[in-house]
């Protein structure tokens, strides 16, 4: 009986010894890892973008808590910026947060019924506050939604676009593509590479030199003309 006293009064002043040590290491881990925050916000190789602008995408902001940091949310908002094409961050110990992004150079400005825009290989727009120079202008509605048709458009820049001055779009009908030396290719909305397949061949030759434009727009013909061009 008397050990039996003994060993519960052991193992009473065994658990309260345990929770006083719990207690007082957990104040003293509170001290030694104070609650952190987020002190600056760095965006790196910005060269078109606006900070403020890219912060209205972003679930995070100055003074945050350190640890509620959200990495996978951080990449759902970059993502869904179409200006970056790519992207990497650290969040330092500091509290720091830097953010370095690649942003897309526009392929085209669109002039849809005068108001220009920057847009994408996709069509997609782009929201510059940034003047670009020597960029190809393409006209017509809905030209943005198939412009990716002709994103191959770059590989001939040197060749059969060499003169190139700018694209007309004419839904359902096809693409008018104007030359500085007052010539103009007009091809079919799809079937882009089949296209310049065959003006590779006709600007090769040299009767070429005779005509003003090259009409590829119904299947299976080829319209020569010397008449100054029209859409």
């Not at 150079?105 to 069509?123: A, E, H, R, T, V």
């Not at 202008?137 to 990716?148: L, Q, R, V, Y």
Request: a positive charge; proline letters at 2%; charged letters at 25%.
């Amino acid at each position: 009986m008397r050990k039996f006293l003994t060993f519960s009064l052991l193992l009473i002043i065994g658990i309260f010894g345990i929770n006083k040590i719990y207690s007082y290491s957990k104040i003293n881990l509170i001290g030694f890892f104070p609650q952190k925050k987020i002190t600056k916000i760095n965006f790196m190789n910005l060269k078109y973008l606006d900070k403020e602008y890219l912060m209205n995408y972003l679930d995070i902001h100055l003074n945050q808590n350190y640890w509620s940091f959200n990495a996978k949310k951080l990449i759902e908002n970059l993502k869904s910026i179409n200006e970056i094409s790519d992207f990497e961050f650290t969040l330092h110990p500091s509290g720091i947060l830097d953010i370095y992004v690649d942003e897309k150079y526009p392929f085209m400005l669109w002039n849809d019924n005068n108001n220009f825009s920057y847009i994408d290989k996709q069509g997609k727009t782009l929201r510059y506050n940034f003047s670009f120079h020597n960029l190809i202008t393409i006209s017509g509605k809905n030209a943005n939604k198939n412009i990716s048709e002709i994103s191959n458009i770059d590989k001939y820049q040197k060749t059969i676009f060499e003169s190139l001055k700018k694209i007309y779009f004419i839904d359902n009908v096809g693409w008018k593509f104007s030359l500085n030396n007052e010539k103009c290719f007009l091809i079919p909305v799809k079937n882009f590479e089949k296209s310049m397949k065959i003006l590779k061949k006709i600007t090769s030759l040299e009767i070429y030199k005779e005509y003003k434009s090259i009409d590829l727009r119904i299947k299976g013909k080829i319209y020569l003309s010397k008449k100054k061009c029209s859409i």
